[in-house]
């Protein structure tokens, strides 16, 4: 797993700073004091109207320019407070980690890219919203973004089916509900011809796991 150990433990250990009620404003100061001692981390809040109370979800984007990840986490727009419980905490720090791994990955990249490269310049820092089915899709193409989005289905494969072998879910993706990032692909994609995608995404994915690095 991509940086998992040190970012899963450090949500862990502030699982007693979730687990209640509180204020949005409260919930990011958690957030953003948990991942402190990471400069080039900031967590975000966006609020939208069709979320029902402690409804969320995560995105992110990279900001290469600033060297930032920038974490989102998409609340209600209707409600100030969220209530997490035990249970409820568990798929929030899969989720909360994944996001930072995917953007990590993006860091990465970049790090590694020779000057002359140019970078991608479609932004999902809006979750895609506005964004044309075309632009979505020249998006989710990018073989960064497939790399990333392979390491979110090996992390997706390893939570939610740990007792399946991981190359069988692989081969009938479309019969695991729960691999939501693989169904990102397949719902951008529907209507045309994408297999030459598919397998690329399904080789990152494969590569992710056989070398053990989630």
Known sequence: MYLSKAIDNAIESNKHNFVRKQFYVELLDVLNNMLNEHKDLKVVIERFDDFDHNEYSFSGFYDM???????????????????????????????????????????????????????????????????????????????????AYGHDIALEIKYFYPRTDPIKVLKYAERYKKLTSFFIYKKAFKGIDWNNIRKRLIRKTYDWIKNERV
């Open 65 to 147: 320019n600033e060297d930032i990840k920038y974490i989102v986490l998409n609340l209600s727009k209707k409600h100030r407070k969220f209530e997490m419980n035990t249970k409820m905490f568990k798929d929030f720090k899969f989720l909360l980690s994944q996001v930072i791994q995917h953007e990590s990955i993006h860091q990465c990249q970049w790090s590694n890219r020779p000057e002359f490269k140019e970078p991608v310049t479609v932004d999902f820092r809006d979750n895609g919203m506005g964004m044309s089915k075309e632009e979505e899709r020249i998006y989710l193409a990018d073989m960064d973004e497939i790399d």
